[in-house]
């Protein structure tokens, strides 16, 4: 495979003659070769296999630590926003529904993108694509930064999700191509941190910035980081995937949009349409969005037997795949659901400020960041069902304490239950992500990233409306609306009923998630 280095020039190699692998055999130096098509993914996979040094080069380090760097600083600012949004809508003279797409827009955009950059990952440099990543970011996050309003202020955040939307399938796609396997489980710890720390750290952060500097440095703190991490990331990033010339399909395009963007746009609509909000009917969304998608996949399914796939589904054909990606939709759904509902009950029912709110996820976050190398290195040594057994019984536990909520509730409680809960989907996200991915063909391993993504991004649409939908619906059979204190605190037992119920269906599920070892041998042999 021939790519272009850090100084620009031209150099061939696989991973075994960049790792300095001594005594290969005919078939590794037969691998070596400048004509070979093999692809990166593969030749990790056979030194693994053969017993050679796990150790990561330094160069391919400092790739997965830029992407890391970066996914953190993209989740980080997808999560500002949740106490932003009263506080932007009295400075822009703005209404909640009108506000409320600040976040819907981000969510609509990313829901669009997400399903088409496994296609871009194969097709553009991954040099290119991180440095048009990083920089729609940047852009759209100094525009946000100077915003006059409302409108300039939209179309910025649908700039940052057009970048933030590549990041975490470039990173996940990066991690299995170039980790072995014996040490994917640790690496994917670490992305855990990413995915954790970033939510957990985004209220707090935005609380105190609002509460002492404003609004608009929710976004300034955020744009040096994003700076640093493009010019790091356009000097250290190297080829991942095998690039390959096949011509995209312009009839995908708009019927992904219109699919995934039209379902989460229909999930995001349910919680205003409950409470008496105006706009387009939801059963509309729900009709264009499901026959959208449905014809997005018969088209797929048929583009992917040529390998023109924008999406390619094939990834299905595992097992434990297509199990963890459920097992995920429902652990992800459950997470935004709660960490939607808690600050909203600390302040509507416990009548909280915005940094205090805050800090009542952050312990639970931090904690879950310090626990997920710890659970990689268990899962490289031990397999996942020791992980996702107790994570899910954790994840159940903790949604049934929350269902006891009163006026009268501690914020330790909310605090203690948290952490419970962190600390369970952390002992589920890294088995999850890692035997999932790890038991496709290593070919489609950017598919895969993109698929995780797109039902992360559904998920958290789901379980937000969810949630939002039984708040509200409670909250009226009590009487009030959830901006009364005693009728948000029955909304908020209720939507909490309903997420315990859900959590009991991901303990059976991760039973079902073993480790691909298997898999791994019998892709590589062929």
């Known amino acids: 495979m021939t790519r272009t280095d850090t100084t620009g020039t031209s150099t061939t190699g696989t ?37 050679r040094s796990d150790r990561l080069p330094r160069q391919h380090r400092e790739v997965i630590g830029v992407l ?44 669009v993108v997400i399903p088409i950059t496994g296609f871009l990952i194969q097709r553009i440099s991954t040099k290119t694509l991180f440095v048009l990543a990083m920089s729609l970011f940047s852009a759209g996050t100094l525009t946000a930064a100077l915003a006059p309003g409302f409108g300039v202020l939209l179309a910025a955040r649908v700039v940052q999700a057009s970048g933030t939307a590549i990041m975490m399938p470039l990173l996940m796609t990066t991690v299995m191509t170039l980790v072995p396997i014996a040490r994917r489980g640790m ?11 970033a939510p957990a750290l985004g209220p707090t952060l935005s609380g105190f910035l609002i509460s002492n500097f404003g609004w608009r440095w929710i976004f300034g703190i955020v744009l ?49 349409s409950a409470e008496g909000g105006s706009g387009i009917p939801v059963w509309v969304l729900f009709t264009v969005g499901g026959v959208s998608l449905a014809l997005f996949l018969l088209r797929q399914v048929l583009l992917q037997r040529k ?14 795949f297509s199990v963890s990606m459920g097992a995920m939709v429902i652990a992800t759904a459950t997470m935004f659901g709660t960490f939607i509902l808690i600050p909203f009950f600390a302040q509507r029912a416990l009548h909280f400020g915005p940094l ?37 019984l954790l994840i159940s536990g903790a949604m049934w304490v929350l269902t006891t909520v009163s006026a009268d509730t501690s914020v330790w409680l909310l605090v203690g239950t948290n952490i419970a809960l962190s600390l369970g989907l952390a002992a589920t996200f890294t088995p999850l992500m890692t035997s999932g991915l790890g038991s496709v063909q290593p070919r489609l391993y950017s598919y895969g990233s993109a698929v995780l993504g797109t039902f992360q991004q559904v998920a958290a649409a789901a379980g937000t409306a969810l949630f939002i939908t039984v708040l509200s619906v409670g909250a009226a059979a009590a009487g009030g609306t959830t901006a009364d204190a005693d009728a948000t605190i029955a909304g908020t037992k209720l939507a909490f009923l309903v997420g315990a119920f859900m959590s009991l269906a991901l303990i059976p599920a991760v039973l079902f998630v073993g480790k691909p070892e298997g898999a791994h041998a019998e892709v590589a042999a062929h």
Request: charged letters at 15%; zero cysteines; a positive charge.
């Open 356 to 392: 205090e709110t805050g800090l009542i996820t952050l312990p639970g976050g931090l904690l879950m960041g310090i626990a997920s190398p710890f659970i990689g290195r268990i899962y490289d040594a031990r397999g996942p069902r020791i992980l996702l057994v107790p994570g899910a």
């Open 68 to 111: 890391m760097v970066a996914a953190f600083t993209v989740i980080l600012n997808e999560t500002v926003m949740s106490v932003a949004l009263p506080v932007l809508q009295k400075d822009l003279g703005i209404g909640p529904s009108v506000g409320q797409w600040l976040t819907t827009a981000f969510m609509l955009t990313m829901a």
């Open 187 to 197: 690496m994917m710890g670490n992305i855990s941190i990413v995915i954790s720390v």
């Open 224 to 272: 040096p980081i994003a700076l640093v991490t493009l010019v790091l990331g356009a000097r250290w990033m190297v080829q991942v995937a095998e690039r390959t010339d096949v011509k995209v399909d312009y009839v995908s395009i708009p019927l992904a949009a219109l699919g995934f963007g039209g379902l989460v746009y229909a999930l995001a609509s349910i919680g205003e």
């Open 307 to 320: 390998d023109r796939a924008l999406l390619d589904l094939r990834v299905f054909k595992s097992k434990i």
């Open 15 to 51: 991973a075994a003659s960049r790792t300095g692998a001594t005594g290969a055999g005919p078939e590794a130096r037969a691998a070596a070769a400048p004509a070979t098509l093999t692809t990166r993914a593969s030749t990790v996979e056979r030194e693994t296999r053969a017993g």
